[in-house]
């Protein structure tokens, strides 16, 4: 079996739309279509004067395309739903990079969906293997733009991927990980330790500021 390619794109043009959606699942939602990821390109809601610059991943196995991410820096938070500003001014007071940042996500659309697009049926270690080669191709994008952060959004994550992805941010340096899963809980990778914790069940009344709730209280807890 040929090894894995990585190529990154400016835009989505630049690839082929029938090789894109021939990667989707019936379970994958309109928002990761090519046609509508070109529109928000083709129509100026998606560049680098509105903050997305897109440098989406293909991945290819010998001339064969088998994963596309639909990816963008960006220089601010506005229009990913990440809710991160917290973080963001945090990492300015400490002196800590945050901006530009990589996100791998759709632009404008907290929609959940799955964000490393590939063929259903593939086994588990090529699935592996994939997730592996974005994370090398975000690394090195991170490096070469001296970027602060990188960000999956809104990914339906199964607990394994969760657990692997926990241990590759700590292997990238930091000294713990929290991923959240909405009602399935968290991921806490912390001091060589991932537990999942279950999610409380309740009957919400008002989200707002739920996420930013949640980031205090961490701190807090860990000030």
């Known amino acids: 079996m040929s090894a894995l390619s990585v190529s990154v794109h400016g835009s989505i043009s630049e690839l082929q739309k029938e090789a894109w959606n021939a990667l989707l ?9 090519y046609e509508f990821l070109a529109a928000l390109e083709q129509s100026g809601c998606v560049c680098p004067e509105t903050s997305w610059t897109p440098c989406h991943f293909a991945i290819r196995r010998g001339n ?14 506005d229009g990913d739903f990440s809710r991160d500003w917290e973080w963001a001014g945090a ?8 901006y530009p940042k990589l996100v791998l996500g759709i632009p404008f659309t907290p929609v959940c969906g799955r964000r490393i697009l590939h063929p259903e049926g593939l086994p588990p270690h090529e699935i592996s293997d994939l997730f592996s080669c974005v994370i090398a191709t975000a690394k090195q994008i991170m490096n070469r733009f ?8 809104f990914s ?4 394994q991927e969760l657990f692997v992805a926990a241990e590759t941010f700590r292997s990238w340096g930091a000294k713990g990980c929290i991923i959240k899963n909405g009602a399935r809980g968290l991921v806490v990778a912390l001091d060589g330790v991932s537990t999942v914790l279950p999610a409380y069940a309740i009957t919400p009344i008002d ?14 807890a860990l000030s």
């Open 156 to 159: 339906p994550a199964d607990q």
């Open 25 to 33: 699942t019936d379970s994958d939602n309109p928002f990761v279509r």
């Open 146 to 153: 001296s970027l602060g952060a990188i960000q999956v959004l």
């Open 64 to 77: 064969t395309l088998c994963a596309v991410v639909p990816a963008y820096i960006k220089d601010g938070s």
């Open 91 to 98: 990492a300015q007071r400490a002196g800590i990079p945050y």
């Open 207 to 220: 989200t707002t500021s739920c996420g930013d709730s949640f980031c205090a209280g961490f701190i807090a």
